[in-house]
């Protein structure tokens, strides 16, 4: 099974910071990786698909980068409704893996 | 409008048996692979399961193996996942979720399945 390594598990942030989450795979995945976000209480959405595929909606504060093992969600400018939990998601093989998460807080 | 909507969640006691089930609407369910998910209460995310658009080939995450079985019923745009054997670890929210590659996505809202004594 394909192990995702998503790091920091838990960061405090400040409105309008920079914020970096990187999910690292035991193995290479070509590009198929999901990156999710869920607040308390709600459903997981998704943010982008493809690594770097911003999903429709969604606002250009985020971006996805990377390929193989190494993978990278940026926000761009952290705004009140960005703190959240965010998770990656491999779906290159079976079975499907996602990271442990991480939880973005306020400062 | 994509709507996924589950039921059959429950509290129900070590080595017992449910059906989950969840109702499609809004899109071509019979060309849409579909997955289920789940989440332990506090805990990640775990894909659990997953089935091919017309039923024949099926994937399931280790720790269910054996025990649960994903099924669909295409003409009632019908997700099931039958869960034999119980485990107290097995306590979730079980969300249905279409393909997670593509340009749309949708998860429903989530059914609360309970192992408990």
């Known amino acids: 099974d394909i192990q995702m390594t998503q790091s920091p598990s838990a960061m405090s942030a400040s409105i309008g910071d920079r914020v970096t989450i990187t999910c690292r795979a035991s193995q290479g995945i070509n590009n198929d990786l999901v990156w999710f976000h869920q607040k308390p209480g709600k459903v997981p959405k998704r943010l982008i698909y493809s690594a770097s595929s911003l999903q429709s909606g969604v606002p250009s504060r985020f971006s996805g980068s990377g390929s193989g093992t190494e993978f990278t969600l940026t926000i761009s400018s952290l705004q009140p409704e960005d703190f959240a939990t965010y998770y990656c998601?491999?779906?290159?093989?079976?079975?499907?893996?996602f990271g442990g998460g991480t939880k973005v807080e306020i400062k | 409008e994509v709507q996924l909507v589950e039921s059959g969640g429950d509290l129900v006691q070590p080595g017992g048996s449910l059906r989950l089930s969840c109702a499609a609407s809004?899109?071509?369910?019979?060309?849409?692979?579909m997955n289920w998910v789940r989440q332990t209460p506090g805990k990640g995310l775990e894909w659990v399961a997953n089935?091919?658009?017309?039923?024949?080939?099926?994937n399931y995450v280790d720790s269910v193996k054996g025990r649960f079985t994903i099924s669909r019923d295409n003409a009632k745009n019908s997700l099931f996942l039958h869960m034999d054997s119980l485990r107290v670890e097995d306590t979730a929210v079980y969300y249905c979720?279409?393909?997670?590659?593509?340009?749309?996505?949708?998860w429903g809202q989530g059914t609360l399945v309970t192992v408990s004594s």
């Open positions: 979720a279409t393909p997670f590659g593509g340009s749309w996505h949708q």
């Open positions: 998601l491999q779906r290159n093989s079976h079975p499907f893996t």
């Open positions: 089935i091919k658009e017309d039923g024949s080939k099926r």
């Open positions: 809004g899109f071509t369910f019979s060309n849409s692979w």
